[in-house]
T-cell receptor, first 110, second 114 residues
């Protein structure tokens, strides 16, 4: 089992560019999550998906969109990147409350 | 809304010394509580969890935590720290309802001196 995988691991964007962060899990979990991690702020929930076909906003959704492509995959899209979106992004999945995290994507927006 | 406070941003302990990391939560019902560890450049790994029952829970890597309802605390402890325990530690509280969302504290960075 690979668990939760994320691509890419690193990305540099210019302001205004778009990109999609990919996440996949092979644990057959219903729920998936996107977080961002910034120094001194812990992890903040961007969007989550309770099950295939549903998505909901978390604490900091502005500037992001998500797609739950199927049960395995949950992508995060930045339509027009801004320097404030420079962060480390983590995807997670869970069946109950125990969440399993991917290795993260380090994104820099210049 | 629930919240989690980790009052110590950074802690330094000597290898072999005992460790206690503090976590206080605010939640109206019986909480689900978690401790996660993050090594540099890595994702988060679950150390232990509390759902109900015995208030002293054991986790991986020799860690334990005690749920104290009267103090709204869930402190993480280890009797003897190893250099490999140097990492960032996050406390989290679970909110009942759909999708099992977690609210994380801001983390405590542990440095271990030899």
């Amino acid at each position: 089992n690979a668990g939760v995988t994320q691509t890419p691991k690193f990305q540099v964007l210019k302001t205004g560019q778009s990109m999609t962060l990919q996440c996949a899990q092979d644990m057959n979990h219903n729920s998936m999550y996107w977080y961002r991690q910034d120094p001194g702020m812990g992890l903040r929930l961007i969007y989550y998906s309770a099950s295939e076909g549903t998505t909901d906003k978390g604490e900091v959704p502005n500037g992001y969109n998500v797609s739950r492509l199927n049960k395995r995959e949950f992508s995060l899209r930045l339509e027009s990147a801004a320097p404030s979106q420079t962060s480390v992004y983590f995807c997670a999945s869970s069946e109950a409350f125990e969440q399993y995290f991917g290795p993260g994507t380090r994104l820099t927006v210049t | 809304a629930q919240s989690v406070t980790q009052p110590d941003i950074h802690i330094t302990v000597s290898e072999g010394a005992s460790l206690e990391l503090r976590c206080n939560y605010s939640y109206g019902a019986t909480p689900y509580l978690f401790w996660y560890v993050q090594s540099p450049g890595q994702g988060l790994q679950l150390l232990l969890k509390y759902f109900s029952g015995d208030t002293l829970v054991q986790g991986i890597k020799g860690f334990e935590a005690e749920f104290k309802r009267s103090q709204s605390s869930f402190n993480l402890r280890k009797p003897s720290v190893h250099w490999s325990d140097a990492a960032e530690y996050f406390c989290a509280v679970g909110k009942t309802g759909t999708a099992s969302k977690l609210t994380f504290g801001t983390g405590t960075r542990l440095q271990v001196t030899l």
